[in-house]
């Protein structure tokens, strides 16, 4: 007749003194009580592991800070793992390893590994924009979540401040970096599928619009204009840059003393710093090397040509010809990107071959042939062109 283990009370555990050797009360089905000569009282299970068959225990933790129900408890759960063929150890281990995973993959965390990957591909402006639009949108209210807890939901509701902003533009750009982010831990092996990919079509969608710009018939006003205003010379000269170059607000407002090549008269920008991630080299023409004459006293000595005017040891914001050209009146009719287009629809109106101008625009041609082959035909034209379209300002001026 097997042995019938009669079930500890509190009273009988509370009652339990230290002796000069350990000692053990049992509550059957493999709980007991060890009572340690220093008066410490621990639970302990006994069992089988499933697979070896060889005996073994397990501890529960202290009493009374785990009491006789939560033994218990402990007890009918590792019973329950057993009759399913699960060590409650091994079990246990895999809890506490997936805890230690999500503590350490947070989306915020797993956002971070994503951008140290993404830097690599874009320009360092356009990194920074995107984590700070993260930093600004995102993770204050999702970055502290496991990866694993980041659905479909979660992003609606920290998403809805922006589209009641009215911020469409920002939204789409959010819900891709959040979608590339949730893509990376999918490949990363941290979550099986990404709960997000349709959330987009929960949000309203921004209406394609390009870049307010003006005709070439209104560029003698621009030039008016910026002649006369009452905006800082550095700004002043920052326009004329980028009109005169044709650069991107971001490359011409970043241009560094250390890109300019007087010998040959040509600005290098490196890779990293386009959006193709493809070195661009503009030609310079006489007037674009009198602006670089202008600025040499105010910052030849700095690594940008267009410092910051509150910290020059950083580029001048992007933002600010923006900002400068809405004070001069061309607010909703033209902005800093726009200053491309103008310069586009003018040398087209022109007759210029339209592969120069994509050129100069340092927009790639999806032929890779031809791609290598303009890069090392055009230059010598694309400065013909270039030296035209900087007499057109001058004129205009």
């Known amino acids: 007749m097997a042995r019938v283990t009669k079930p500890l009370s509190q009273t009988e555990i509370k009652a339990a003194k230290p002796q000069d050797k350990e000692y053990t009360l049992r509550d059957g089905d493999g709980l007991y009580l060890r009572i340690k000569k220093n008066g410490t009282k621990l639970w302990l299970f006994d069992y089988y592991r499933p697979i070896t068959k060889k005996r073994t225990n397990m501890g529960f933790g202290a009493f009374p800070e785990v009491s006789l129900a939560d033994a218990r408890r402990r007890r009918e759960e590792a019973r329950s793992l057993l009759a399913r063929g699960i060590d409650p150890q091994e079990h246990l281990k895999e809890q506490?390893?997936?805890a230690l995973a999500e503590a350490a993959n947070t989306f915020s965390a797993v956002a971070e590994r994503w951008m140290a990957l993404k830097k690599t591909k874009v320009t360092a402006d356009h990194a920074f924009d995107i984590w700070r639009s993260l930093e600004r949108d995102v993770l204050p209210l999702i970055g502290a979540l496991p990866?694993?807890?980041v659905k479909a939901q979660t992003v609606i509701a920290a998403l809805q401040p922006v589209q009641s902003r009215g911020n469409l533009e920002t939204l789409k750009r959010l819900i891709q970096r959040i979608n590339e982010i949730m893509t990376y831990a999918v490949n990363s092996g941290l979550i099986d599928a990404n709960p997000i990919a349709g959330v987009r079509q929960v949000f309203q969608q921004p209406?394609?619009?390009h870049m307010p710009s003006i005709s070439p018939e209104q560029l003698p006003e621009l030039m008016s204009v910026l002649t006369t205003a009452s905006i800082n010379l550095q700004t002043r000269r920052l326009i004329?840059?980028?009109l005169h170059t044709m650069a991107r607000p971001g490359e011409a407002a970043s241009a560094r003393w250390a890109e300019i090549d007087y010998d040959a008269k040509l600005w290098r920008i490196p890779g990293d710093r386009m959006k193709a991630g493809r070195e661009h080299i503009v030609p310079l023409t006489p007037q674009s090397l009198a602006i670089l004459e202008f600025m040499q006293p105010i910052s030849g000595h700095r690594?940008?040509?267009?410092?910051?005017?509150?910290?020059p040891?950083?580029?001048m914001n992007s933002q600010t010809a923006n900002m400068a050209l809405k004070r001069m009146g061309f607010g909703g009719t033209l902005v800093a990107h726009g200053l491309r287009s103008l310069a586009s629809t003018t040398l087209n109106e022109e007759g210029f071959d339209p592969d120069l101008i994509e050129a100069a625009l340092a927009h790639i041609d999806k032929n890779e042939v031809r791609?290598?082959?303009n890069r090392a035909t055009y230059l010598d034209r694309r400065r013909k062109m270039m030296e035209w379209w900087s007499e057109?300002?001058?004129i205009s001026s």
Do not use: L, M, Q
């Open 371 to 373: 791609r290598a082959y």
């Open 96 to 98: 506490h390893a997936s």
């Open 240 to 242: 004329e840059w980028s």
């Open 207 to 209: 209406k394609k619009k």
């Open 303 to 311: 690594e940008f040509i267009f410092p910051g005017v509150k910290d």
């Open 313 to 315: 040891k950083v580029p």
């Open 147 to 149: 990866i694993t807890a």
């Open 392 to 394: 057109k300002i001058t």
